[in-house]
């Protein structure tokens, strides 16, 4: 019942920021976190940053102090603010949004991080 939008992928280079958004439509009033994963070629998905409906917010480690998750007024957009990007952060991001009763992943959008 929950749709998810992706956008804002591309290609940069290395020092440069992206900004990507999710939103989200259908029934969301069950939702408890929206965020962000990324899986690189070959790579296992791994957790980039979450917010839960109480403003918590979790950040992984290789991108703490540069990367930011938000949300909107409505709470139904996610956004991820990525700056200082570096090549290792090239992956695809998937949106993430979930209850205690189901997951749901966006489409995923390419960040390619070259010179």
């Known amino acids: 019942q929950v749709q998810l939008v992706e956008s804002g992928g591309g290609l940069v280079q290395p020092g440069e920021s992206l900004r990507l958004s999710c939103q989200a439509s259908g029934n969301i009033f069950s939702i408890n976190v929206m965020g962000w994963y990324r899986q690189a070629p070959g790579k296992e998905r791994e957790l980039v940053g979450t917010?839960?409906?109480?403003?918590?917010?979790n950040y992984a480690d290789s991108v703490k102090g540069r990367f930011t998750v938000s949300r909107d007024y409505a709470g139904n957009t996610v956004y991820l603010q990525m700056n200082s990007l570096k090549p290792e952060d090239t992956a695809v991001y998937y949106c993430?949004?979930?209850?205690?009763?189901?997951?749901?992943w966006g489409q995923g959008t390419q960040v390619t991080v070259s010179s």
């Open positions: 993430n949004v979930r209850s205690p009763f189901w997951n749901i």
């Open positions: 917010i839960t409906s109480g403003s918590s917010i």
